[in-house]
């Protein structure tokens, strides 16, 4: 058995252990099997943006047939529907406002991928992305469950990046900077979200009962 094993490893000699220089090398310019799996990351990143933007296209339709509604309902003056329409649109835009959030997160990740894939700073630019996909996984799940799927699938190829990298042996003492950093990039997301909000989406009559159908005691 032995002598098997020996003639094996003429024909398939074991790699070397690289040494620090090599090591560093490889972390600043990842070698090809870790690029490739940054290539499809990226890649299944845009795919899923382009189905929040398709689900968001379809929403703001929606959003405009309930607004609509709800005009017609304030100039027939019936009340009661006006406030039924206007709850709808509350709902609506406020899983718009969640969607906008995920999507312009997905956009800042994947500017983060291509900027570690153009200069190879994989140490410092990959564990922060690392950490908004699973904040994003969580956060997509109870909305799109689809997408909070395939996040967690993009978020486990990734972590394998980082592990091929030694990313994590090397920063494991520093967890905290990159959740703050995870957590500052899905702050301006959501900042993002909310300037568009407003922007794009005209404000409801407030001349009927709220929402929740209760008057405010004076």
Do not use: C
């Amino acid at each position: 058995m032995a002598r098997v094993e020996d003639f094996a490893k003429v024909w398939s000699p074991q790699p070397k252990e690289p040494g620090i220089i090599e090591k560093i090398k490889n972390t600043i310019n990842p070698p090809p099997p870790l690029r490739h799996k940054l290539a499809i990351a990226l890649y299944k990143l845009r795919v899923q943006n382009n189905k929040l933007e398709y689900i968001i296209a379809k929403m703001k339709e929606r959003d405009q047939a309930l607004f609509e509604k709800v005009v017609q309902a304030q100039i027939e003056k019936d009340q009661t529907r006006a406030a039924m329409y206007a709850a709808e649109v509350a709902e609506l835009r406020k899983m718009i406002k969640s969607l906008l959030t995920a999507k312009y997160a997905i956009e800042r990740v994947t500017l983060r991928l291509e900027t570690v894939m153009t200069m190879g700073d994989v140490l410092v630019g990959l564990a922060p992305v690392v950490g908004v996909i699973k904040d994003l996984r969580r956060y997509l799940t109870s909305l799109v469950p689809e997408i909070g799927i395939e996040m967690a699938e993009i978020g486990e190829l990734l972590e394998s990046v980082v592990t091929e990298a030694g990313e994590f042996t090397s920063f494991m003492s520093m967890p905290s900077y990159y959740s703050e950093e995870a957590k500052k990039i899905m702050e301006e997301a959501a900042a993002v979200a909310e300037q568009r909000m407003k922007a794009e989406f005209p404000e409801l009559p407030t001349a009927f009962p709220t929402p929740s159908g209760q008057q405010d005691q004076k």
